[in-house]
């Protein structure tokens, strides 16, 4: 059974930095895609960053393009996103999730974690 878990969130000051883990097991993670998605309140699910983990090739949402960074450990089996000069609009529950390819679409990825709140005050 494919099983996702992060880690990392918190509240932090706007431009302060928090890193998030997302723990995977249960299918071979290096024949996939992982990625990060947010929600805030009232919103949509938004794609933040993927990584194709077998090429290690990434991808970022304009958004946080410059400020966030997309990493996986294969050896752990486990994926990271560091978030520096972090905004208060960056507040959301954060979400990594495991598809069969890299997409900005959340409808493609099959499994997801619980989420984490990352909370950015001003």
């Known amino acids: 059974q494919v099983q996702l878990v992060e880690s990392g969130g918190g509240l932090v000051q706007a431009g302060g930095s928090l890193k998030l883990s997302c723990a995977a097991s249960?299918?071979?993670?290096?024949?996939?895609?992982m990625g990060w998605f947010r929600q805030a309140p009232g919103k949509e699910r938004e794609f933040v960053a993927a990584?194709?983990?077998?090429?290690?090739?990434?991808y970022y949402a304009d958004s946080v393009k410059g400020r966030f960074t997309i990493s996986s450990d294969n050896a752990k089996n486990t994926v990271y996103l560091q978030m520096n000069s972090l905004k208060p609009e960056d507040t959301a529950v954060y979400y990594c999730?495991?598809?069969?390819?890299?997409?900005?679409?959340?409808?493609?990825?099959?499994?997801w974690g619980q989420g984490t709140q990352v909370t950015v005050s001003s």
């Open positions: 999730a495991s598809g069969t390819w890299v997409s900005r679409s959340p409808e493609t990825y099959d499994y």
């Open positions: 249960g299918r071979a993670f290096s024949s996939y895609a």
């Open positions: 990584i194709n983990w077998s090429s290690g090739n990434t």
